[in-house]
């Protein structure tokens, strides 16, 4: 799979999260249930990948996302989403990645993308609720729902990426 057809596929996440999930939803979560899945998959472009695609895909998605639903800020979702892309890319760009250790990276990736949403409504005030709040509200909630989804797709998620973005092999060092 190339790059391209990735991004296709990240394009039919998007519409499928943002049309038929919220069919799905109870009621009862309705309005504090968020699916991020095309943010799943930049995390995966992120650890299996190179960080420069997980940045890319990041800020467009991002953009899109800020387009379509956020029209007050635009351009914090794309900072968030290509920001947290680019980091965990970096930070794992060494390292072999488990199922385990992309699920926990899911995970936290996941929590600090709802801060940082949080963090920057909190600062312009277009929320009021504490942060405490938040987490158990919809943070936490919004969390699970992705890591139930990357667990999901984790094999053809990582074959894509993996297929798509060619990691560039460390040259050996001559002794």
């Known amino acids: ?11 039919l996440l998007f519409v499928i999260e943002s049309t038929l999930v919220p069919w799905f939803i109870p009621t009862s979560l309705a309005g504090r249930l968020y699916p991020h899945f095309t943010l799943v998959f930049v995390l995966y472009a992120a650890m299996y990948g190179t960080r420069h695609k ?3 895909l990041g800020l467009l998605f ?3 996302q800020d387009v379509v639903f956020y029209g007050s800020l635009l351009g914090l979702h794309t900072f968030a989403m290509g920001l ?16 385990m250790t992309a699920l926990f990276t899911i995970a936290v990736c996941c929590m600090l993308y709802e801060i940082i949403i949080f963090a920057v ?3 312009f005030w277009f929320t009021r609720e504490s942060l405490a709040y938040a987490v158990v509200d919809h943070m936490l909630l919004s969390t699970f729902l992705q890591l139930g989804f990357a667990l999901a797709v984790y094999v053809p998620a990582r074959r894509w990426v993996q297929s798509a973005i060619p990691v560039r092999q460390p040259e050996k060092e001559e002794e």
């Not at 947290?84 to 199922?99: A, D, H, N, P």
């Open 1 to 11: 799979m190339t790059i391209g057809r990735l991004g296709v596929v990240m394009f």
């Open 54 to 56: 997980a940045l890319m």
């Open 62 to 64: 991002g953009l899109l």
């Open 84 to 99: 947290i892309g680019y980091v965990t890319g970096l930070l794992l760009e060494k390292r072999k990645v488990t199922m």
């Open 121 to 123: 409504y909190r600062v």
